[in-house]
Nanobody, 119 residues
Framework: QVQLVESGGGLVQAGGSLRLSCANSERTFNLYAMGWFRQAPGKEREFVVS??????TTYYADSVKGRFTISREKNTVYLQMNSLKPEDTAVYYC??????????????WGQGTQVTVSS
């Protein structure tokens, strides 16, 4: 059974940092692009960032550019979040893309990890 396990969420003050991790149990996912999404209460799930299978190409939502950094190593994808704002509060989900290069969200999702930023 395919598993994507996120971790690293928590409560942090505005201006603080967190590092999220997403570990996958399926080795073939290492050949796919990966992405992070988030969903705040009462809002739709939104795209945050993606990374291709090589780690060389990334795409960021405008709202997180310059503050968040995605990276990947072996079977884990990381999301370093700096200068956090209260509006970053959400459940963060990782997603396996449909292919290795061009980002398009796929059907595999993790269970989510809660990030709460206090003002």
């Amino acid at each position: 059974q395919v598993q994507l396990v996120e971790s690293g969420g928590g409560l942090v003050q505005a201006g603080g940092s967190l590092r999220l991790s997403c570990a996958n149990s399926e080795r073939t996912f290492n050949l796919y692009a990966m992405g992070w999404f988030r969903q705040a209460p009462g809002k739709e799930r939104e795209f945050v960032v993606s990374i291709d299978w090589t780690g060389g190409t990334t795409y960021y939502a405008d709202s997180v550019k310059g503050r968040f950094t995605i990276s990947r190593e072996k079977n884990t994808v990381y999301l370093q979040m700096n200068s956090l704002k209260p509006e970053d509060t959400a459940v963060y989900y990782c997603n396996v893309g449909l292919n290795g290069r061009t980002w398009a969200p796929g059907n595999y999702w993790g269970q989510g990890t809660q990030v709460t930023v206090s003002s």
